[in-house]
């Protein structure tokens, strides 16, 4: 029931369903008047600012944010050859249907790359693979150089299923129509060598099929 607080028509934002709150998937939709009653105030702010933005660092993170950025472009120049390398090994990997990577030379913007990033076109790229939910999560699970975190930028390499983690909140006709399905993987790559993310992604690859 929602709260009188929040009457229809008059603050839409805690009366409207919203998706960060709502499961798609299990047709579960609520607004956050429905679903907190008096605390909608404070669980919005919370649920969709605070958490998006973050609070305010402590002065010694502050302190660690500005030393790593005295070898911010070494890390990326590094983590960007990297990446070119597996995507290019993915695209003739075993089960791997598709490969999401502006770099390989057979994307619409390719033409692009070279005026506006001739550096490279960063260290996060995605791929598709045989199957659905059940074979994604066999792959994460095999792999043991890569942390399952949501995170991307990291000096340690990252993967993630984005139809369950980043776009789970995501209608599916929205998150579809956006490439996001359900046989997704997406990476960050970071510091390790490409050598060895290549073997283990490979070895977690036929593990799981």
Known sequence: MISNRWPNGRFPQFTA????ISDDRTGEWHSFAEKFGKAA???????KYLRTFDAVQSPFNAYLSLVGLETLPQRVSQQVVSAQRIAEHLTSAPHVTKVNYSGLGYTPQYELVGKYFPRGVGQILSFQVDGGADSVRRIIDGTRLFS???NIGDARSLIVDPAHITHREVPAEARIAAGV???LIRLSIGLE?????IADLDQAIAAAY
């Open 41 to 47: 105030f404070i669980k919005r702010i919370r649920i």
């Open 193 to 197: 060598d490409v050598n060895d993310l």
């Open 181 to 183: 399905s359900d046989n």
């Open 17 to 20: 369903r919203q998706q960060v």
């Open 148 to 150: 399952y975190v949501p």
